[in-house]
């Protein structure tokens, strides 16, 4: 399709534009405009790294504290080709990533479990509301050296964290996406025979899970701040304990090249669960952003 087919001046089609040729310049549009995005993206990281590199090699930052990219850079190259000091780093990134993995889950599946229950029964909602905003309003922080000192510095102490962290965040929205549930489709539903089971499977949940996947996103990495909060303040491995070390040695470049990690870990997280995401719910409508 040549751009004879669209009016320049005002971006609309030329009547007697055929199908094809909308499609094909809607497929264009789409592929420069991810082109943009990517080259932006790029863009924005390489100055900001390049100009925090400068302003460390300039001393416009102190190094000590800020260290900078070429540093972090080869630390994080040590710690992948010779291990750290506590042992290799995939052992820890294996560690942090199966407590983050286990709270995630179970904190997931008891929000939605729960959400979806309390959504459904406003007696039961009004009864334990009060005893969720208590435990909900506890700084996770404070939890995590009495899970420690209850469940010890293995496995448990950490999972437990990610599993509070998690549960909260996906059971709101479980419990606000049943209460926003299409009443019409409910009273359709109803008068079709459907029984309270196949009301809730059918209807209920599928309506909250716009609001379930919302949650999903942002929780995962609330399972990783879990974890590692948990094994900063007491544990024999994982990416919070080498945290932990490098700030006991005041080594800069150490801690920022652990936070590389768990970033880059989050993000690929944030990846796949978009994949699920896109999988289970292709029924509904694409976002605004991704029809332009």
Known sequence: MTDAAIDISTGVFKPGTSDAEIEAAAAKAARHRHRTVIFWRVGILVAFLGLWEVAARQAWIDPFFYAMPSAIAQRLYEWTTEGTSEGPLWYHLYVTMEESVIGFVTGSVAGIIIGVALGRNRMAAD???IYIKVIN???????????IMILGLGLASKVAL????V???VFHNAFQGVREA???MIANARILGAS???LTRSVIVPSAM???FASLHVSFGFAIIGAIVGEFVGSRYGIGLLINIAKGSFDA????AAIVIVMVVALGAEYLMTMVENRLAKWRPQPLHETQ
Do not use: C
């Open 196 to 198: 309270d089971w196949q």
């Open 182 to 184: 299409d009443r019409a």
């Open 137 to 147: 309003s506890i700084p996770r922080v404070v939890l995590a050296p009495i899970f």
């Open 162 to 165: 990610a599993f509070v962290m």
């Open 210 to 212: 716009s609001w379930i």
């Open 253 to 256: 470049a150490g801690m920022y």
């Open 167 to 169: 549960f909260f965040v």
């Open 127 to 129: 009864i334990f509301s």
